[in-house]
């Protein structure tokens, strides 16, 4: 039977895994950057070093590049966006919410089809596995709630066949509501952001194994998380180490889990000054960028850090 993750109780930089875990958390602003988008949902870096960030609320994709401590605007794409990834090809590939994966010219910003493709559904996540498969989270058109039609995770290779879908598990229950973010880890567990209700108020994170059943099931920490502050995934993603990042922006925290979803340690940002963390993206083992968002009536735009950290 799937197991379940139940969180314990501990100090806010304290290392609880009996896994080999990394210990002390340290977290440090080198940067800080103001956006011209009201949210920072997507994030990517890419080797050359141009920033690409994306709001799926005002459906705008911006290219970008650092110049000092400003960022300068290179590109604006207007377009749905529900991922953002690069390949090992230095592709650059989008979801829109539609049933194939777009490409994106990084020197012009034109739009093309590429050959991955779910029809008839619609893609909702998106990742790239070190392996250079392609992960898509997808549901059938409509919405979120009540749960109609298909909901998958499905795994393709390198020239968009499909290799694996995920769907229900061995007791021939559904395993996801809507898979709103995705990432992998080197041993082959995928991981996914499953948001339980519209709402957000009833949200988790489902580890699946190669057979296609869930090995364990995250849904937030006592300390950080309750009926006030639900846990909120926005962004999911595997770090250097291997283990993986979960931004919980209702509380201003990281989640650390290791590669089978068991709770390593969590970092409440507020330390540092931050709020409404959303997307990460690693530049190196010591090396990250973090997008935030802004409370809807809020007048200013997102912030985009660099950050230096330790212990994960």
Known sequence: MPGENIPSTFGSLTEVSNSGGTGKIEMKVKKQFN???????????CHNGSIWVGDTTQKNVQKLKTDGDSLATV????????G???????????????????????ANGKIQDS?????????????????????????????????????????????????????????????????????????????????????????????????????????GHLNINNVDKPFRPGFIQSTPLDSVIISDFNCYAFHILDNSCHLMSYYQ?????????????????????????????SVTHA???????SGF
């Open 35 to 45: 956006t011209n988008l009201k949210y920072c949902h997507h994030l990517l870096v």
């Open 75 to 82: 590109l604006t794409i207007k377009t749905e966006i529900r």
């Open 84 to 106: 953002i990834v690069v390949t090992s090809d230095g592709d650059i590939l989008l979801a829109d919410a539609t049933p194939r994966l777009k490409r994106i010219n990084g």
């Open 115 to 219: 050959e991955y493709s779910v029809e008839p559904l619609q893609i909702m996540s998106l990742h790239v596995k070190k392996d250079r498969n392609i992960i898509v989270g997808a549901m059938s058109p409509g919405a979120v709630i009540p749960v109609t039609g298909k909901r998958v995770v499905i795994v393709m290779d390198k020239d968009g066949k499909h290799e694996f879908v995920y769907e229900y598990d061995n007791n021939k229950k559904r395993i996801m509501t809507y898979p709103r973010s995705i990432t992998s880890t080197i041993n082959g567990n995928i991981f996914v952001a499953d948001d339980v209700h519209d709402d957000r108020k009833s949200s988790r994170i489902l580890a699946l194994n190669k057979n296609g059943n869930i090995l364990n099931t995250y849904k």
């Open 269 to 297: 940002h507020r330390d540092i000054g931050i709020e409404y963390p959303y997307c990460v993206a690693f530049t190196s083992a010591t090396t990250l960028y973090l997008g935030c968002v802004q409370p809807v009536k």
């Open 303 to 309: 912030k985009l850090y660099e950050i230096e950290y």
